[in-house]
């Protein structure tokens, strides 16, 4: 490089020492011209070429610059205005760095997780990193279960809702084991009854099934119940219940998730997330509902299809079925019947009497109790399902029978009560939000809120003595001082005398009134103004 400058220096540098400068460097011309230009700038440049010098140290990414693109959500150029802005603020000004520098920066310095999670937090950052797959394991050594709220609206009763879904999944198979849907927000009930499906191997449930040495289940307070965990502990499985935010560890179910819906849901009418043409995803006003039923059937085909014909990539070309029948695991099975007991809430003990048993301020009856009246007995029931119980003999464990509610109002009750009661909900959010309404000038300058709405000095004054009139009655005790008696010579019943405080003193006019006679009564009898014709007080 020394000896391209000084032939520069002697006006001898031709195009042909640099294109051979170039060719022994393994660089481009131009890159040897621009290392000439530095060095005659830099004498330090001419010793080591292409390396950058103290005053000329590239741009990196600080923390400010992290900070301001976690700010703006990863928007590059309104993370270069702002350096600018700041830049310009400095006394003296400093440089700010180039648009295209600062992109150069963030591409170098920053990995793609780190872009993605700043732009879009943790969730976008996640989907860059590397995880590693657990061994497959053996059928029944682990399942996962997770709800899903499916895309598809569904029409219950009349109204359209989206219907949740509580499967649980064999991480060594793929299989779908047990599956439940709720037309509505699930609870421990869709766990349990997902759960017993998922154990039986009868039909129509299939041959997949018995119990498992351990479930996953995410931090849901369905899943971590009461009634749930206890069950899987008197069936001897363990429950893994993983941290919070982490979908990856319990992959199997989440990709089930995942797969369904552009597999099935999409399909289907009501499907939610459908574009459409000109406005946002919604519901077409002519487009037929499929019912509560006919959903559940065809989510329940698609199952069978998953579990029979489907063949997932980690299975190598098999069906869940086939991978399953591969493997000679030994399966552990429950009777159907110990498992409804087993995946039954416990109410405690009652004593059977000869209304029934009073469970929950209501009474249940059933025709086993004839002549069983006097005997303790154990309740259990399913959740939500209050119109019917199970009964168990206290001392011994013995299935009774199941016992109804009495009294159990009809359907056409049931439905004008439900009219009744959501009639009153939308009157009383009608009035709260009436009351609750609050209107504010629009501002075209910064200023203050502005409140709309005018009152006079006469309407502020009567609004606030009702309130305080009625604050104040609220906190009175008509009953702490009686009334005083009142004079000897009323006849007053037994009953309101029986309220009053005796020997209570008068003041001299109430005496002076009650000894003059009145002018209309010829008896010259004292009258009072209060009383009637009879002399009886009102």
């Not at 709800?147 to 009763?157: E, F, G, K, R, Y």
């Not at 009501?270 to 959903?295: I, W």
Request: net charge positive.
């Amino acid at each position: 490089m020394r000896r391209l400058l000084a032939l520069r220096a002697g006006k001898e540098l031709t195009a042909g020492h640099v294109r051979v400068a170039a060719d022994a460097l393994g660089v481009s011309e131009r890159t040897v011209w621009r290392w000439l230009a530095a060095a005659e700038r830099d004498e330090s440049a001419a010793a080591y070429p292409g390396a950058r010098s103290l005053a000329d140290a590239r741009f990196t990414i600080t923390p400010e610059v992290r900070g301001l693109l976690a700010l703006w959500k990863g928007n590059v150029r309104a993370v270069h205005r702002e350096l600018t802005a700041r830049a310009a603020r400095q006394s003296p000004p400093a440089n700010a760095p180039s648009l295209t520098t600062l992109h150069r920066a963030i591409r170098r310095d920053l990995t793609p997780g780190e872009r993605a999670g700043l732009a879009g937090g943790e969730r976008a950052a996640r989907k860059h990193d590397v995880f590693l797959a657990r061994p497959r394991g053996s059928r029944n050594q682990v399942w996962e279960t997770d709800h899903m709220q499916a895309p598809v609206l569904v029409d219950v009763d009349g109204k359209a809702r989206r219907p949740w879904i509580t499967w649980f999944t064999d991480c060594a198979t793929n299989a779908i084991t047990g599956v439940a849907v709720t037309p509505v927000h699930p609870s421990r009930e869709s766990v349990l009854a997902a759960l017993r499906s998922a154990v039986l191997r009868e039909d129509p449930y299939g041959p997949f099934g018995g119990l498992p040495e351990k479930v996953r289940v995410d931090r849901g307070k369905d899943f971590l119940s009461r009634t749930v965990t206890a069950a899987l502990d008197l069936l001897d499985v363990t429950v893994e219940p993983l941290p919070p935010c982490t979908p990856h560890l319990k992959g199997t179910v989440e990709g089930l998730n995942r797969a369904v819906e552009p597999m099935l849901l999409a399909a289907l009418p009501g499907y939610a997330r459908q574009p459409r043409p000109g406005k946002r995803p919604s519901l077409p006003k002519d487009e037929m509902l499929l019912g509560f039923e006919d959903f559940t059937a065809r989510l329940l085909a698609w199952t069978r299809w998953w579990n029979t014909e489907h063949r997932p990539e980690p299975l190598r070309g098999r069906t869940p079925l086939q991978a399953w029948q591969d493997d000679p695991t030994p399966l552990r099975d429950v009777p159907a019947a110990d498992l409804w007991t087993f995946t039954l809430e416990d109410a405690g003990t009652r004593t059977l009497t000869t209304r029934g048993i009073r469970f929950r301020k209501r009474d249940y009856v059933g025709p086993w109790m004839t002549g069983q009246a006097g005997i303790q007995v154990r309740i259990r029931f399913m959740p939500h399902h209050d119109h019917r119980i199970e009964v168990y003999h206290a001392a011994t464990g013995r299935y009774l029978g199941p016992a109804d509610l009495a009294d159990q109002a009809t359907d056409e009750q049931i439905r004008a009560v439900r009219r009744a009661r959501a009639a009153r909900a939308r009157r009383l959010k009608k009035d709260l939000e009436a009351s609750q309404r609050e209107r504010y000038a629009a501002a075209t300058q910064p200023e203050a809120p502005q409140r709309l709405g005018a009152l006079t000095a006469v309407q502020a004054g009567a609004e606030l003595t009702q309130a305080t009139d009625t604050d104040l009655s609220q906190l009175s005790l008509p009953d702490l001082i009686p009334p005083a008696a009142p004079p000897a010579d009323w006849r007053t019943p037994a009953s309101l005398a029986a309220l009053t405080t005796p020997g209570r003193p008068t003041t001299p006019l109430q005496s002076r009134q009650d000894s003059a006679p009145a002018p209309d009564d010829p008896g010259g009898r004292a009258a009072h103004p209060t009383t009637d014709q009879d002399g009886d007080a009102p």
